[in-house]
């Protein structure tokens, strides 16, 4: 009896503890881990040499469980989206590590020596720049006041005779030269001044064109073919103070290149000859429309006074129907040019400001005037130059008209163009036929010769 008691009571407990062991199994979830810290533990069965090797084991076993955990977690982060560049298993035949057998380059650093000192001779383009610039601002403040000393050292020498001529010598303004010297200064070489109030004329206007001595490239020029200063002369006659005609007296080479390029030179003087045969220098040539008006113009005085000064003397122009260089050919003319009467002369200096050369030149020029305006010629030279006007207006009206036709002939082609390629974009067969009829009728009829009409009145 004693036996089954004490059977029962330690079947009760066995079953007793094995359920509270299930309840703990339940409860923790890592008690699979205890397990096997407790199998860990219990190494008291094993030898040695057993025990030595259970730690590489259980080392390995945690680098395999760390490598699974670390491939199976993926933690993106938006700050690394281009870390995929650095993945090895991205990229075919990629080596972390270059081969160990491979030679690594050498690098061979040179000693450079330090200059402090800069070297000059670098600098030799930037050198003579700057001294290019230096000598190109000295030439221009000095030629500049060059140029200024002649045109006052002129009117201190030549404005008395202007003023016994001429009411009003000269203008006053905010650009000209200072203390009212009366030169309107138009450029650093170029200085005019008008002169107004004399009988004769109804005004003049001086040009003082200088040498450019304020420009270096002008003055190395100068070196090799030398100008001299110039004095220009414009004087504007009275519309009806002298008979038409037109008359020049200049140097040969400077004859030659008026007759090309002016318009009344080269329509009313086409002879050009030489000065010997009017008591003038070989070197002047005379070119005239009239012959009355030459001997009446160059007289005893005149021409002494180009006898002695022929040097100076460019040019001396006198002309009723002075309208400047020929117009282009290229150019249609609408409206025929307009003319003036005038006197033009160009003297060449010499000195500051022109010597004695001046002042007998610009006294024949007063003369000159006071010539023109009492110059009458006779009724057959009269008619000749009328003549000559008049057939100088018809052939201008006829290239006037010869250039409105041609021109409107060209509007009519570009015109009859332009009808052609639109009639010939259109997709109508029988439109271009009508069209090439009616083309073929039209040059047939250009072809065809224009004959008079005669009527004859039956008897």
Request: charge should be negative; glycine fraction near 4%.
């Amino acid at each position: 009896m004693r036996l089954v008691v004490l059977l029962a009571l330690l079947l009760c407990s066995v079953t007793i503890s094995h359920g509270f062991e299930d309840t703990n199994l339940e409860d923790d979830d890592f008690a699979e881990f205890e397990q096997f810290e407790s199998n860990d533990d219990n190494d008291a069965g094993f030898s040695k040499e057993e025990i030595d090797d259970i730690p590489k084991v259980n080392a390995k076993k945690d680098e395999f469980d760390t490598n699974s955990v670390e491939d199976d977690i993926v933690v993106e982060d938006e700050d690394n989206e281009f870390e995929h560049f650095q993945d090895p298993e991205e990229f075919e035949g990629f080596q972390e590590s270059p081969p160990r057998n491979a030679e690594q380059p050498k690098i061979t650093i040179s000693k450079v020596p330090i200059v402090m000192r800069p070297r000059w001779d670098a600098y030799w383009l930037e050198g003579v720049l700057c001294c290019l610039l230096a000598a190109y601002a000295l030439v221009y403040a000095v030629g500049r006041a060059k140029n200024t000393t002649i045109a006052t050292n002129f009117l201190k020498l030549h404005r008395p005779l202007l003023e016994d001529n001429f009411t009003l010598v000269g203008e006053s303004g905010s650009d000209m030269v200072p203390e009212d010297r009366g030169w309107r200064r138009e450029a650093e070489h170029c200085f005019t001044m008008w002169c107004s109030g004399r009988q004769c004329c109804e005004g003049m206007l001086l040009t003082l064109k200088l040498i450019k001595r304020q420009d270096l490239v002008n003055v190395l020029l100068g070196v090799v073919r030398p100008n001299p200063d110039t004095l220009l002369i414009r004087v504007e006659l009275g519309k009806d103070d002298n008979d038409p005609f037109v008359l020049c007296v200049a140097q040969k080479k400077v004859a030659t290149r008026l007759s090309k390029e002016m318009q009344d030179l080269s329509m009313f003087c086409p002879e050009r000859r030489p000065g010997d045969k009017h008591g003038l220098p070989s070197s002047l040539s005379v070119m005239s429309e009239c012959a009355e008006a030459t001997s009446a113009l160059l007289d005893a005085r005149v021409v002494a006074a180009l006898t002695q000064y022929a040097a100076h003397v460019q040019y001396i122009h006198v002309s009723d129907r002075y309208c400047g260089p020929k117009q282009m050919e290229e150019t249609s003319v609408t409206k025929p040019p307009e003319t003036e009467r005038v006197l033009l002369a160009s003297l060449s200096l010499n000195g500051e400001g022109g010597g004695d050369e001046v002042r007998p030149l610009l006294l024949m020029i007063f003369y000159m005037l006071d010539r023109i305006k009492r110059l009458r010629l006779s009724k057959e030279a009269l008619s000749k130059c009328e003549k000559r006007r008049q057939k100088a207006a018809e052939a201008w009206v006829r290239g006037a008209h010869a250039a409105r036709q041609e021109s409107a002939a060209l509007r009519r082609e570009e015109k009859r163009k332009q009808e052609k390629e639109r009639i010939l974009a259109e997709d109508d067969p029988e439109k271009q036929r009508r069209w090439e009829l009616k083309e073929q009728k039209r040059q047939q009829k250009r072809k065809t010769p224009k004959l008079k009409q005669l009527k004859v009145k039956a008897l």
